[in-house]
């Protein structure tokens, strides 16, 4: 025997039972609905992308190879300029050196002027007489030079002399 109230709770079980699932399907379309959202920005997503793979990589890659053109040129002008400055540097290096010379001899020889102005007249006459040693003594080494050379010569020519004299008389001696 079936009574009403059962018959009630029964209805109420299937009214809940009924009311849930149409809470679940209304869930359940509300979940479809967000998840074709998510699917359309994912495939704007992956369009772009694929746009970017076709069209905008290749303006990417050819933008970078231009660059890594213009940069392996500028290291290339780097280098050379730095091989122009250096070979620069060197020269002006050695024009000052030489320009540092000059000048250290120049000073050199004013000072020298300025402490012969200096001098009282004996010392000023023994500088010119030292000058004028060192001339004549520059002048008795070359002679004293050739002069060697030249007895040199004669020594060797008196010992061929002699050397042949002496063979003359052991002849006239065997003689």
């Known amino acids: 025997v079936v009574t009403r109230d059962d018959v009630e709770e029964s209805l109420k079980a299937v009214f809940q039972f009924v009311k849930d699932k149409e809470q679940l399907l209304q869930d359940l379309r509300s979940q479809i609905e967000e998840t074709k959202k998510k699917i359309v920005e994912k495939q704007h997503e992956r369009d772009y992308w694929l746009e970017y793979k076709n069209v905008g ?48 001899k120049f000073l050199s020889e004013e000072a020298l002027k300025n402490a012969v102005g200096y001098l009282d007249k004996n010392c ?52």
Do not use: C, G, P
Not at 70 to 75: C, L, M, P
Not at 78 to 86: D, I, K, P
Not at 131 to 149: F, P, S
């Open 57 to 104: 990589s290749k303006i990417h890659a050819e933008r970078i190879s231009s660059l890594e053109k213009d940069i392996a040129d500028v290291k290339y002008e780097l280098e050379r300029t730095e091989e122009y400055y250096s070979e620069a540097l060197k020269v002006v290096k050695e024009e000052n050196q030489k320009m540092f010379d000059r000048h250290m």
């Open 124 to 175: 000023r006459r023994e500088v010119e007489e030292n000058e004028w040693l060192k001339e004549e003594v520059k002048i008795y080494r070359k002679e004293e030079r050739d002069l060697k050379a030249s007895v040199q010569l004669l020594e060797e020519e008196n010992t061929s002399l002699v050397a042949k004299l002496i063979d003359i008389k052991v002849q006239h001696l065997r003689v």
